[in-house]
């Protein structure tokens, strides 16, 4: 809550619950010690708690020393060394070169190639950017895991970062971009990074040997350029040279969806895309064109006919070799991806994906809510299934409704007498709740911010309902690495980052 700050005043909620917070610091503290009869003090007991509190707010990128007023625990028990550096150099270097060793003999002829292109660029330090492009299935995920292993089991460090809290996760040691490397959500050609001088952040990006940055097409050419300009600062770029010679590997392809703008048509969506920035003409583009689900065992001729032909299908879409003179067509989705028969379309897509809705409260089956999603063009059409299948889950259920309120900086809009708390009640933006939120036991649920990327709750995590109180939900991870952990959601201030209205809106 202090991270996403949810608090207006988290020294009061501090003094109000430490007793709560700290109930187990002394049994902790028993078995670290190895002795059963210690007794602390109540000051030990806070300070030990405020440690606790900072490592977790450390290993996020924040410190409690940004909080006016709050208590700060005794630096005495903490590690004063770069926390950044230490933890990029916890990895077990005999198991990354077993993994390795393994890995790239697995390598095709063309992903050794990208291999040998970018490894050569680290150990020799030459510096580079490359863009790797590829479609889905090319093995890209393959690729990066390959090559942190063959940096990391040397003792050097690798950074790997999506542009998407979901993507980081597939990645070892993954962040989202923002979060590594403190991007502002609004860029543009004067950004620049949020990264002090001789900082553990700087330190880090010193010590880096390797950059990986996947899916970079979703974000603006401004990020990037933003990160150009903060490494030259930060590094000393004497040799003028793109990020200040770091070697840094970009990953996607052009045939998904670019960077999203409001309103934006296709020309201006283009020039704010990684190609039409002055970076580009520094990068060697390095392709993958393999589908490796094709090279995969136990695969029976009819499965690999399929597979074939649904990636030669999407490869068509994705070229536009399907379109006509004029740029357009008409696109047949091929038969056996329709639902021919409908009476109701939305009760039977939903059969058609989850089966009976009324016995999803009972399915303790992670896989079966991994392999499946319902994909909606619009934000009405996704509120529409989801009232659909909460109406027939027959488990307990609870509305939360959210507390809307006008940033306090924004005054003249604070004195607005139309600016009404039903008004704002009334809003619907993109990426935010609507003001009425049913939920149900069972019911999987997607998260729509970065809560705790270190911990795996981050925009994209999928989870599963398991009880509800009236401010903290209980729900089981049901996708990435921490699959059937059970984490708490408390309430948390949301604040669109890009909208239309004339004022800054925050929803609770």
């Not at 550096?85 to 990895?91: K, T, V």
């Not at 064109?289 to 009819?302: D, G, Q």
């Not at 939920?439 to 309902?465: E, F, H, S, W, Y």
Request: proline share 4%.
């Amino acid at each position: 809550m202090i991270l996403s700050h949810s608090l207006s005043r988290p020294e009061h909620v501090w003094e109000e619950t430490w007793n709560i917070l700290s109930e187990d610091i002394e049994d902790k503290k028993r078995e670290e010690y190895n002795n059963p009869d210690l007794n602390l003090t109540e000051a030990q007991i806070k300070n030990y708690a405020l440690q606790e509190i900072e490592k977790i707010m450390l290993s996020n990128g924040e410190s409690l020393k940004n909080i006016g007023n709050f208590p700060q625990p005794s630096t005495e028990g903490l590690d004063n060394s770069n926390r950044l550096i230490a933890e990029e150099m916890r990895y077990d270097r005999d198991d990354l070169k077993e993994k390795h060793s393994e890995w790239v003999q697995m390598l095709t002829s063309e992903q050794k190639d990208v291999y040998d292109k970018i490894t050569g660029a680290v150990f020799k330090d030459l510096g580079g950017v490359f863009f790797l492009y590829g479609f889905g299935g090319t093995g890209k995920t393959f690729m990066w895991k390959t090559l942190s292993a063959a940096i990391r089991c040397r003792g050097l460090i690798v950074l790997n970062v999506a542009s998407s809290g979901i993507v980081s996760l597939l990645l070892e040691g993954g962040r989202t971009a923002h979060s590594r490397f403190v991007i502002p959500w609004v860029v543009d050609d004067y950004s620049l990074c949020k990264i002090k001088p001789n900082s553990d952040l700087a330190n880090l990006i010193k010590e880096a040997s390797l950059i990986i940055w996947d899916e970079t097409l979703m974000m603006s050419k401004y990020c990037f350029e933003c990160l150009d300009q903060s490494f030259s600062d930060i590094l000393g770029n004497v040799e003028n040279k793109v990020f200040a010679g770091k070697v840094v590997v970009f990953g996607g392809d052009f045939r998904q969806i670019l960077h999203v703008i409001n309103g934006a048509g296709r020309a201006e969506i283009v020039l704010l895309s990684l190609n039409s920035s002055y970076l580009w003409d520094h990068c060697e583009v390095l392709k993958l064109t393999k589908n490796m689900r094709l090279l995969k065992k136990n695969l029976s001729v009819e499965e690999t006919r399929e597979i074939q032909e649904f990636s030669d299908w999407l490869l068509a879409v994705g070229d536009g070799r399907i379109s006509e003179p004029n740029g357009e067509a008409v696109i047949d989705i091929p038969e056996e991806f329709l639902i021919t028969e409908a009476d109701n379309p939305i009760e039977a897509i939903c059969r058609e994906i989850y089966g009976n809705p009324e016995l999803l409260c009972d399915n303790s089956n992670v896989e079966f809510f991994q392999k499946r999603v319902i994909l909606a063009p619009t934000n009405d059409d996704v509120n529409i299934i989801n009232q659909y299948m909460l109406e027939k889950l027959e488990s307990e259920e609870m509305t939360y409704l959210s507390v809307d309120s006008i940033d306090p900086t924004y005054v003249d809009s604070l004195k607005n007498p139309a600016i009404t708390p039903d008004f704002l009640n009334s809003i619907k933006l993109s990426g935010l709740p609507h003001h009425t939120l049913r939920l149900k036991v069972g019911a999987p649920v997607m998260l729509l911010r970065n809560i705790d990327p270190k911990g795996g709750l981050c925009n994209g995590t999928r989870l599963q309902i398991t009880q509800m109180t009236n401010h903290v939900v209980e729900a089981k991870v049901i996708t990435g690495d921490r699959i059937g952990d059970i984490v708490l959601i408390p309430q948390i201030v949301l604040t669109p980052s890009d909208t239309k209205l004339p004022f800054k809106m925050r929803r609770r």
